[in-house]
């Protein structure tokens, strides 16, 4: 066939090429006229942006072709809210989708530039917590690349989580500042903005054809401006767009207070109003109740769903038709006003009939559920909700109203259900119920790992599944192989290419081939060689970050996750400071040399999770100081985890810890991500570590500790935690040792309030598994001195991974939930 003109001239153009000499050409055209440097005074950072503008140019090709596919398709989108997006680094994923990382690697080796020392200098935007954000991104990375219409919506905070510092061991928090050197992804488009109202009150009037309206009068408006950054999907043309919103004062200045000589008033609104975005809340599981938290959250989802209802405008289609053409699930309850906002939109701004308005929300949303934890189920204060959205409030109620009905048809007489199922707690001090609010106005509900799908129906859920069985569903979380195997794990990615093909990249099904290999010496000498230079790579950052040298033989026995009682951090603490007593009596004790890894940030008011940062601190300054330890212990707190430092801390694991209360972990993802980098997991029967074991086998698996149902039987019957340490004299001994200020530098009130709450209450049961769990690493230990056996365990893990990509579980959803298919873009005709 002839080349076609244009054709050729768009694959060597220095804007969409993608071989290394246009490449070269495109980075140092974006040096000159987007970085505004010359060459010879450009810094590694000039470099990075010229060459982070060069491969976000190749994605707006696909983008703009992905806009105009859907633009003449008839199609479902699904649009996928939440309040977290943790993306990570975006420079080496976006070359590994578009597979030019080798073309990039040498285009700027000509330029005299380092590929991996500027991939070092992208700052992470950290607009997420953990697991609940980094779980979306990980979904936007699979709709991509499944070829999923879909749009990721939420906020797009100036400040996202803090940075984390160890200082005198103990965590300070310092700003996040990911925007303070500009953000070559993100695309700021003041054109596509909306406005959404806060305060004031509700009018009811009635319309020239006889039907009652209802105004609403806010108190102050805020404007959300759309900051866009293209999603690539993986070797596929679909680049789908992830849309963050932005506050913005509506005016700069409110003229009439202004000329009334109040300047501070004035100034003050926009002051508020450009506070909404400002900040991600730093707490993980538990919900602070702040009034700033709401109005953020109806902050994006009300100029998320104004941005749907535009979208079915430019398209021509009715308003009737909004259920057909989107699909918006929630990712946990932060979104769930959502139900009433999308009420308000159809009612009060689209004058549909309320019964044809229920429809449409009921037909368009849906809802996960990410936590059975009391305390971290959203409830709003009524007077802070009315204050704050009054008609939202008022759809609510009238929601609620009708719901009642059909509650009260169905179980007549029992006011007690009536009161559970309501959308309005009346007991003490009244509180909208978000799970409720979800639940009802949802198509579907969801749990995230088949435990966690049970126990909501059996729990939090259990009128709502009676009443409505058909709704709820499971869909097991999953992770992006293609940035926790692919790009953070290069040297796994060449070993599985020559053994299993490349395939398993985009079906991780695949890697089972793995089986065939698993005792074979040779291939096995191979798999520890990859482990092995991982250890070492990790060793280097550990050296770096925090001064210690590792041993990368020991075996690197990881814990990192958000801290928090129920992930029980403190349980692996008091194991390591048993293991350091038994070194200490017995110095002759011949044991496999091992290396405790924590990391993970502390919500900044959550004083128990920072006092356990500084136990782990001060157990390491210990340990790593006394030579009884040498080359026996070492232990390590690693600082500020995050997706970039997850990126070389997965691939370095053996062993997996994952020993939450079981009925605790919702699903849990670090888990899924150890499991494929061929990591051993020791755990408990909690959230997906159940599927773990399943699909791995429990002989290869290291399993202890309490089932749920176990736990809650011990909370019925009541629990004696003192009772456990009469029964265990090293125990005993951990604890004595902590209280008596040995890694407290003699300071005896240090650690107390850690003590005390474990002698008192322990109300994670971390001293009735501590026996279990210390019989359990001893197992550990003993499959460790086995290198053959290990590795063997090693492979089966990665080899058995394959339900944990996030493929399968954005399928399931596709399936089950979202009635949606595939769309294939086509490049070459549309340049
Ligand atoms: C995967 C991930 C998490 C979630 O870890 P869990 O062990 O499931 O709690 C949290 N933070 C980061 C940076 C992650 O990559």
Redesign the pocket.
């Known amino acids: 066939m002839a080349a076609d003109p244009t054709t050729t001239a768009v694959r060597s153009s220095a804007r969409t090429g993608l071989d290394a000499d246009a490449l070269k050409r495109g980075v140092l055209d974006n040096l000159i006229c987007l970085q505004a440097r010359p060459p010879g005074i450009a810094t590694p950072h000039d470099w990075y942006m010229a060459l982070a503008y060069s491969v976000r140019d190749r994605m707006l090709a696909r983008w703009a072709a992905t806009f105009q596919t859907y633009a003449e398709r008839e199609l479902r989108v699904t649009c996928y809210f939440s309040a977290e997006f943790?993306i990570?680094p975006q420079l080496g994923n976006n070359l590994v989708n578009l597979g030019i990382e080798a073309n990039a690697r040498a285009a700027m080796q000509a330029l005299g530039q380092d590929l991996d020392a500027l991939l070092a200098i992208e700052e992470e935007p950290g607009l997420g917590n953990?697991?609940l954000g980094?779980l979306a991104a990980c979904y936007l990375d699979s709709l991509a690349t499944l070829e999923i219409p879909s749009v990721g919506y939420g906020i797009r905070y100036e400040f996202g989580i803090f940075d984390q510092e160890i200082r005198d061991g103990w965590q300070v928090e310092v700003t996040d500042k990911w925007l303070q050197k500009g953000n070559p992804w993100e695309i700021v488009r003041p054109n596509v903005a909306y406005y959404v109202a806060f305060g004031g009150h509700t009018q009811s009037e009635t319309d020239p054809q006889g039907r009652l309206r209802v105004q609403w009068i806010p108190a102050h408006m805020v404007k959300g401006v759309a900051c866009d950054t293209p999603m690539l999907g993986f070797r596929v043309n679909t680049c789908n767009t992830l849309r963050l919103w932005k506050s913005e004062a509506v005016e700069s200045f409110d003229l009439q207070d202004f000329n009334a000589g109040d300047y501070y008033q004035a100034v003050q609104e926009k002051v508020i109003s450009e506070t909404l975005s400002k900040v991600l809340y730093p707490n993980d599981e538990p919900e602070a109740g702040k009034r700033l938290r709401l109005a953020q959250q109806y902050f994006f989802v009300s100029c998320s769903l104004q941005d749907m209802l535009r979208l079915l405008d430019l398209k021509g289609e009715p308003v009737g038709r909004f259920a057909d053409m989107f699909a918006a699930q929630l990712n946990d309850t932060h979104p769930s006003i959502a139900v009433a906002e999308l009420m308000r939109l159809l009612v009060d701004v689209r004058l549909l009939p309320w019964d044809e308005a229920w429809s449409i929300t009921r037909r368009t949303l849906a809802y996960t559920n990410h936590t059975l934890l009391p305390e971290a189920l959203e409830t709003w204060g009524l007077p802070l909700f009315r204050g704050l959205l009054p008609r939202p409030l008022e759809i609510i109620y009238e929601i609620n109203r009708r719901f009642l009905d059909e509650v009260r048809q169905r179980y007549p007489g029992d006011d007690a259900r009536l009161a559970r199922m309501s959308m309005i707690d009346e007991a003490g001090e009244k509180k909208v119920r978000m799970a409720h609010l979800a639940t009802v106005g949802c198509c579907a509900v969801n749990g995230v790992a088949a435990l966690h799908s049970a126990l909501l129906k059996q729990t939090v859920m259990r009128d709502f599944a009676q009443l409505w069985p058909e709704r709820f569903h499971n869909v097991t979380n999953g992770?992006t192989p293609r940035r926790f195997m692919l790009l953070s794990n290069p040297g796994l990615a060449r070993l599985l290419d020559k053994t299993v093909g490349e395939g398993w990249v985009t079906d991780l099904t695949r890697l089972r081939a793995l089986e065939a290999h698993a005792d074979d010496a040779a291939f096995q000498d191979e798999w520890r060689g990859v482990k092995r230079a991982n250890k070492e790579a990790l060793a280097q950052h550990i050296r770096s970050a925090v001064g210690v040298v590792v041993d990368p033989t020991a075996l690197f026995d990881i814990q990192?996750?958000?801290i928090h009682e129920y992930?029980r951090q403190h349980l692996n603490a008091l194991y390591v400071v048993t293991l350091y007593q038994r070194l200490r009596r017995d110095p002759q004790r011949a044991v496999a040399p091992r290396c405790f890894v924590f990391g993970?940030k502390a919500a900044p008011g959550y004083a128990m999770a920072k006092l356990i940062i500084r136990l782990i601190n001060g157990v390491a300054e210990v340990v790593n100081n006394d030579p009884a330890m040498d080359g026996r212990l070492k232990v390590v707190f690693f600082p500020d985890?995050?997706?970039k430092?997850?990126h070389f801390i997965y691939p370095a694991a053996d062993l997996s810890e994952?020993i939450s209360t079981a009925g605790k972990?919702a699903?849990?993802?670090?888990?899924m991500?150890f499991m494929m980098n061929g990591a051993l997991t020791i755990g408990t029967l909690d959230g997906a570590n159940v599927e773990i074991r399943e699909e791995v086998g429990d002989q290869n698996f290291f399993l202890f500790g309490l089932t749920a149902e176990q736990v809650e039987q011990i909370h019925c019957e009541g629990y004696r935690p003192a009772d456990c340490v009469n029964a265990n004299e090293e125990l005993r001994e951990a604890l004595d040792l902590i209280a008596g200020g040995h890694f407290s530098r003699g300071d005896r009130n240090m650690f107390r309030p850690l003590i005390e709450n474990l002698r008192q209450t322990d109300p994670f049961l971390v001293l009735a598994d501590y026996a279990a769990y210390v019989a359990c690493q001893e197992e550990v230990s003993a499959a460790w001195q086995d290198a053959r056996r290990w590795t063997r365990m090693s492979i089966l893990n990665t080899a058995r991974a394959g339900k944990f990509s996030s493929d399968r579980a954005i399928r399931e959803y596709c399936e089950q939930i979202w009635k949606i298919h595939p769309v294939s873009v086509d490049l070459d005709q549309r340049l």
């Open positions: 943790l990570g953990g697991g980094r992770v990192v996750k958000r992930k993970g985890f995050n997706v430092n997850a994952q972990e699903s849990g993802t670090g888990n991500k």
